[in-house]
Structure formats: C-alpha cells, structure tokens
C-alpha cells in the first residue's frame, strides 16, 4: 500500500498546508471536509471529485474500511454475474478467478491514485459498472455529480472493526499482532484522527443520506448479513435493480450466491490464497475470522465502556445504533 505523499500535486500541498493535520504509523493524516486521509490519497479523493464520469446506472460499494467490504463486493459482483448470463449456475462467473477487490475497484485507492485521468474502462468491466469507495457520502456525492446511481453502504460494529483493522495493519506492515499497537490505534479511533475517520462521521454521512434518499442510498449491517443472509442478499439485489424471481429462489440460487461469497469459500480459492493487489497487498489479509463481537476478545472493559460513551454521544438523536 501506497501511503507516501508522491503524486501530490502543488495545489494539492498548498491546499493540505491550509488544513489540520496529523500523523500515525502509516504517514501523514490531513482532514478533508470533515475525513481524515493520507496525503496521497486526499489527492486521489480530489482525481475523482473533479475528473470523474457518472453513469446513471453505476453502482458504488461504500464502506468503512474492515467493515466487509470484500464481502459486499462478492455478493454484489454474484448477484450481478447472474443476471447477466440468465443462468441458473452462480458458479459461472469472475469470482472464481479474481479477487473482488481487483473486479470492483475503490475510487481513491486503485483508480484515481496514480493519475487524475484514468481510463476507466480498464478499471470496471461488469454491466453496470461497479465502484467502491471508504469516503464518506458528502465527499463522494461532489464526484457523482447530480447522478441518480446507486450507492450501497455496509456498516459494522466499530469496535469489530478496529480489531480487523489492527490485524490488517499488523501483517500489512509485518509487525507482530501487539496490544500496544492495537492501544495507539484506539485512542486514534477515540479522536476520530484515523484513516477514513471520524468513524462516527462516516456512518452517519451514509446513515442520512439513506433516510433523505432511500432509493438511493442503502444503508446494510454486516451483522444483519451474517445473522440472515438470505434476507439480506434478496434486499441489496431488489436495491441494485436485479431482485431474485420467484423461479431463481426456488431453485435455490439466493443459498449459492450466499455459499459462493462466504468467508470459507473465498478464502479458499487459489487466487486469494496466493494472489496480491497492484499495491502488493495479499488477498489473504481481506479474510480472517469474520465474527461479530470478536473484539471481546481483545478490548479492556475500560476501552469498551470509553468507544461505547464516545459513540453513544456523537449519535445522539439521529436514530442510528453503532
Ligand atoms: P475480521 O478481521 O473481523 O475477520 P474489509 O473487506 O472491509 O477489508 O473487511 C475485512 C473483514 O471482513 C475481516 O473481518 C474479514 O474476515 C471479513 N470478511 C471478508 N470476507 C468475508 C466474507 N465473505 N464473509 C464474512 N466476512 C468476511
């Protein structure tokens, strides 16, 4: 992963200069219309805002990062995959050979981080496009445009997924899985000064926006993904425009796009056993335990009640429950 300040432009650097600023492991944090980014990725969040084309019918996969995005990814790549062939057979598609991150590519992190003029036809190749992103929804909304595409949000619990995130960061950046880490990256989180942070921000930016638009923004749970995939599968194809006929759940299909896209099919697949991202990330670091409440495991009491306090705050009367 790419997290150094090349491909900043002077504009960019100038504009940087005139915002807050921070630092963790990983490099240099500025805050963006309220979103913490590294440097060059801000330049990437700036690529897209002003160079990107809408399609009326994209679609874009929004998430927090580690909340199961590689997951929503799968199943949306499935239920799309399906439509297209008009087949019976979910088995007939890319996800056996590629990684759903190389076939949904994130707007910021793959697509607009080396140049500001990508040529998107190399980036997404399904019908309708797909698109992912970790920015929060005011920020991406200036790089859509007026565009009536849909956007599919997939929140997690954020103590789940400050754990994913240590994990992920640890065997990123090679380092054993140690409690200090994990101790300096919950106090970022606390601050809200972390990648993609205010944690609290982020959801509630998608969180309105799916109460102001329902039909444009879907707000899901990967709680509620894991506890009833069935429903849950069934409600993102209705929303993306390709919702299951009476014949396809019939035959079963919801039940393989469901087995398909789970953590132990995928994991074991060649490709994210032994695959890497263009930025040498391996696919095996996207699939771990995939548990609700893993975080029991490694939070104090202490850090438990703190994140419980702080959320239960900056939620106050917007209805939503982290
Ligand atoms: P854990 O680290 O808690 O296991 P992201 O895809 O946003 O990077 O999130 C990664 C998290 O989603 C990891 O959580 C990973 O194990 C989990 N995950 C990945 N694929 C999954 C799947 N198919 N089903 C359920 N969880 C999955």
Redesign the pocket.
């Known amino acids: 992963m790419n997290l150094r300040d090349d491909n900043v432009s002077e504009e960019t650097k100038t504009l940087i200069s005139s915002l807050p600023t921070d630092e963790d492991s990983q490099g240099k944090l500025c805050q963006y219309q309220g979103c913490w980014y590294y440097y060059n990725t801000l330049q990437a969040v700036i690529n897209f805002q002003t160079n990107f084309q809408p399609q009326d019918t994209d679609i874009v996969l929004a998430?927090f990062?580690?909340?199961?995005?590689?997951?929503l990814k799968?199943l949306s790549i499935a239920i799309l995959e399906r439509a297209k062939h008009h087949s019976n057979d979910p088995l007939i598609h890319p996800l056996l050979s590629d990684n759903p991150h190389r076939i949904v590519p994130f707007f910021e992190i793959d697509m607009y981080l080396q140049t500001a003029t990508p040529d998107l036809t190399k980036f997404s190749t399904s019908t309708p496009r797909l698109f992912s992103t970790h920015m929060p929804l005011h920020t991406m909304k200036e790089g859509l445009m007026e565009s009536p595409c849909k956007v599919v949000y997939l929140c997690r619990n954020v103590k789940?997924a400050l754990?994913?995130r240590w994990?992920f960061r640890c065997k990123y950046q090679n380092k054993e899985v140690a409690g200090s880490i994990l101790e300096s990256m919950f106090e970022s989180f606390c601050k809200g000064v972390s990648f993609y942070g205010p944690f609290w921000d982020h959801a509630l930016s998608y969180w309105s926006g799916s109460l102001e638009n329902p039909k444009q923004v879907l707000f899901m749970r990967y709680e509620e993904l894991k506890s009833e995939p069935y429903v849950q599968v069934k409600r993102l194809a209705e929303f993306m425009g390709y919702p299951f006929t009476k014949e396809e759940e019939e035959s079963g299909l919801v039940n393989k796009i469901v087995e398909l896209?789970?953590?132990s099919n995928?994991s074991g697949l060649e490709v994210n056993k032994t695959g890497k991202t263009w930025m040498n990330v391996d696919y095996d670091s996207?699939?771990?335990?995939?548990?609700v409440g893993?975080w029991k495991n490694y939070l104090t009491p202490e850090m438990e009640n703190k994140i419980d306090m702080i959320i239960e705050e900056k939620l106050k009367g917007s209805g939503l429950r982290l």
Do not use: H
Not at 65 to 71: Q, R
Not at 286 to 291: A, L, N, P, Q, S
């Open positions: 998430s990062p580690k909340s199961g995005t590689t997951w799968a789940d754990i994913s994990y896209c789970s953590l995928l996207y699939f771990r335990k995939g548990e893993d």
